[in-house]
């Protein structure tokens, strides 16, 4: 808690903006306040009585806070819990004999579980901050004439760094090899006098030797490097990683001090590595640990060479800056080495390392002047990233770094803390490499929701329980959403189907069913089933590389929740769409770029989605936009540029092909051609400047035509009829002459004979 108006002023000045955003919660096992903040810095909770409806799982209470406050939650009951800093020690910065280069020196982070949090760090080198060189020398018989001028080397290295600071320290040690074969004759006189010459001094042959701890006494550092001789071995490689690591370790016995660490290593040839101790059966390993009995390395011939990144780890925990002062021959070498090593230099020795003062000095302003940022080992679930204010140091990375930093100026760095889970209260140092001064962060996370509850039995949990930040927490033998249910109660049997999914199994198989709610079980990873129906678990995602998830997101309910910068199915892929894009588009407007491959939509196909093998092109749907598009008429006409600004439209004198042709309102045909443009739906349309519309009638030619037509139709009716009146006739007649030729009577009319019976009217019979 911030405890004064003066602290709060300095909090302002020193805490950085989160860095996160709250776009999503993604909710796993969720039964309390505590579990919801604990999901994610996205996840909020609603505290307010009756938020969740009967029978809905506590879970509906942990969302982001605008889903909760669309769903009603007063903002007064919305627990959303926020980072925590502030600093314990905050001196200024100070240079001096003791200066203090690094500011805050110690502060305090209460961390939400996935809520970055950033703050303020500034570094500025003070003038005259002591310097501990150790020279670490090659003692190979081909070093002969390198051995003479440094038996010379104090005074000038002594003078050159009294420019720099008024405390310099200077040791010396030496190195050969292992005395073992193949690296060294083991012949008890090659043992004894290992050079070619009998008559030159010669050491007998050793591994590393400690000669003078660091001093300022410049007089004995002369005197004992004279004393100094040249030994001897048998391969090129030496034994100079065993030295440099006893260096590192043996922190008393070399005298390192709260000091700039320099350690000068001048050789003529490369180094044996863990490994090449089996050459001569040496198979222990090296156990980075200091082991000098009368100032030699006495393990030298019982444990391997360590390796290059036992080397690089153990420099860096003792800001220790190597200066590789090597022969040409070897200086790609070294400078290979370099760059495995953090705030490491290579120069290049003259044949009688007669430079060797110049390049130390050259060495060690380079070395000075690039600021990296650094931490130590973290705690568990803990991650530190860094920006900084110097070209180039936008971008977070997992060490800050500055270039050309001259003495007295400031610099500041960015310091971004993240806990990922929940962890007990821990703490780690920081600080920029080669100075002893490192920061102290002190980290506890928070994962209990901080509810202003009464601790008595409510009426809102039946009397059966009390409130726990809006949700009931039941006394023993009651269960359910208000502690409605009491073990063992008979009839279950509706309480239990609302357990079932779509009439399915009881919570899936996966938890129980109690008070018509599954409490779901612990999956065989050790995490828990969870949803409504203990459907979904976080063990279970898509693998890549045999990592769940890649390494790159979370698992979340069997699906992968990408962390930025990854995408894909299995977040496999790094975010980017340089392979979808063409002619400036990704994948023409018509898809999306997923690990770097369109995923086209609709039915558009192609390694771009350009081009549609099934599509047709919408000629008559665009006739009315062409036509007033092109010709001011049409439907259109009042709102073409809205209704038809999915096309662009060019008139041109001629057309090498024509996809449509359409009527227009007049009749008259529009030809034009129709090129697909970026997206969905929208063309560029190149219209035939002329139509070709139907010609008018000739009135005179149709009433002329239409008259002798009228005549020529009646002629032909007369004659028609005519000729139809004389077939029939003509048939009549033949039919006459026909039956003519079959009478069989006299020829006599029948109509003209006498009759056959007479018969007399007495009335006029002549008797009356």
């Not at 009585?49 to 009967?54: A, D, E, P, R």
């Not at 996935?114 to 090659?138: H, N």
């Not at 033998?477 to 249910?485: A, K, M, S, V, Y």
């Not at 938890?511 to 279970?540: A, K, L």
Request: charge should be negative; proline fraction near 5%; charged fraction near 25%.
């Amino acid at each position: 808690m911030l405890q004064s108006v003066c602290l709060r002023g300095l909090l302002l000045l020193l805490v950085g903006r989160q860095v996160y955003t709250q776009e999503q919660c993604l909710k796993a096992s969720v039964n309390s306040c505590g579990d919801c903040i604990k999901a994610g810095p996205g996840c909020a909770w609603c505290s307010a009585l009756n938020f969740t409806k009967t029978g809905e799982q506590e879970a509906a209470r942990c969302d982001t806070v605008v889903l909760l406050t669309e769903r009603g939650c007063p903002s007064d009951s919305i627990i959303n819990p926020e980072n925590r800093f502030w600093p314990m020690v905050d001196n200024p910065l100070t240079p001096g004999s003791n200066p203090v280069q690094i500011r805050p020196q110690e502060v305090n982070l209460e961390l939400r579980p996935g809520m970055p949090q950033s703050f303020k760090l500034t570094f500025k080198r003070a003038k005259g901050y002591p310097i501990d060189l150790y020279y670490l020398m090659d003692l190979s018989y081909s070093m002969k004439d390198d051995l003479k001028n440094v038996k010379n080397l104090g005074n000038s290295l002594f003078n050159a760094l009294n420019k720099i600071t008024d405390t310099a320290k200077i040791g010396f040690g030496s190195f050969v090899d292992k005395t073992r074969l193949p690296y060294t004759d083991t012949n008890e006189e090659k043992l004894k006098q290992p050079c070619t010459d009998k008559n030159e001094p010669c050491q007998p042959a050793f591994g590393f030797q400690h000669v003078l701890s660091l001093t300022t006494d410049e007089s004995r550092f002369k005197n004992m490097v004279a004393s100094q001789h040249i030994s001897g071995n048998l391969d090129p490689p030496e034994g100079s990683l065993d030295a440099i690591m006893q260096v590192a370790v043996c922190v008393d016995k070399i005298g390192w001090g709260n000091s700039t660490r320099l350690l000068v290593l001048a050789t003529d040839d490369g180094f044996h590595m863990a490994g090449d101790g089996k050459l001569a059966a040496i198979l222990e390993p090296n156990k980075e640990t200091c082991q000098l009995v009368n100032d030699k390395y006495s393990m030298s011939n019982i444990w391997d060479y360590p390796s290059v990144g036992q080397i690089a780890r153990k420099l860096e925990e003792q800001n220790i800056q190597p200066i590789f002062a090597v022969t040409k021959k070897m200086e790609t070498v070294y400078k290979e080495l370099s760059k495995l090593i953090p705030k490491s230099a290579v120069g290049v020795l003259s044949e009688d390392s007669s430079n060797v003062v110049n390049l130390i000095l050259d060495a060690y302003n380079n070395l000075s002047s690039e600021v990296i940022m650094a931490h130590d080992a973290l705690p568990k679930s803990v991650s530190v990233k860094y920006t900084s204010s110097c070209p180039g140091g936008e971008k977070p990375s997992d060490r800050g770094k500055c270039d050309n930093v001259n003495i007295g100026q400031e610099v500041s760095f960015n310091v971004i803390v993240t806990a990922e889970s929940c962890i007990q209260s821990q703490s780690f140092f920081l600080g920029p490499l080669g100075f002893n001064e490192k920061l102290k962060v002190n980290v506890r996370t928070r994962c209990e929701c901080e509810c202003d509850d009464l601790n008595q039995p409510s009426p809102h949990c039946g009397n059966h329980g009390k409130v726990v930040c809006g949700s009931c927490r039941c006394d023993t033998g009651f269960l359910g959403q208000r502690c409605e249910c009491q073990l063992g109660q008979k009839d279950e049997a509706a309480l239990k189907a609302q357990c079932r999914k779509e009439n399915g199994t009881e919570c899936e198989g996966k938890g129980d069913c109690v008070c018509g709610r599954c409490q779901c079980h612990i999956t065989e990873g050790g995490g828990n089933f969870y949803g409504e129906h203990c459907q979904c678990d976080d063990e279970h995602c898509e693998k890549f590389d045999n990592k769940q998830c890649a390494g790159h997101g979370k698992c979340k309910c069997g699906k992968c929740a990408c962390d930025p910068g990854y995408e894909g199915t299995a977040c496999h892929c790094e975010e980017s769409d340089d392979d979808c894009k063409i002619d400036g588009s990704v994948c023409y407007n018509r898809g999306k770029c997923v690990c770097n491959q369109c995923i086209c939509e609709r039915e558009y196909k192609g390694p771009y989605c350009q081009s549609c093998p099934t599509c047709q092109r919408p000629c008559q749907q665009s006739g009315s936009c062409v036509e007033c598009l092109a010709f001011g008429t049409g439907p259109f006409e009042k709102n073409c540029s809205s209704s038809c600004g999915h096309l662009k439209h060019a008139i041109v004198e001629k057309l090498v092909k024509s996809d449509c042709r359409v009527k227009d309102k007049e009749g008259c045909w529009m030809t034009f051609t129709m090129t697909e443009q970026l997206g969905f739906d929208k063309y560029l349309i190149n219209v035939l400047k002329d139509r070709e519309c139907p010609q008018g009638p000739n009135i005179a030619a149709i009433v002329g035509g239409s008259l002798a037509a009228v005549a020529l139709i009646g002629l032909l009716i007369l004659l028609i009829v005519k000729g139809v009146l004389y077939a029939s006739d003509l048939r009549e007649w033949r039919r006459f002459e026909k039956d003519r030729k079959h009478e069989k009577t006299s020829g006599t009319n029948p109509l003209f004979q006498n009759a056959t019976t007479t018969v007399q009217n007495p009335t006029f019979s002549g008797d009356s």
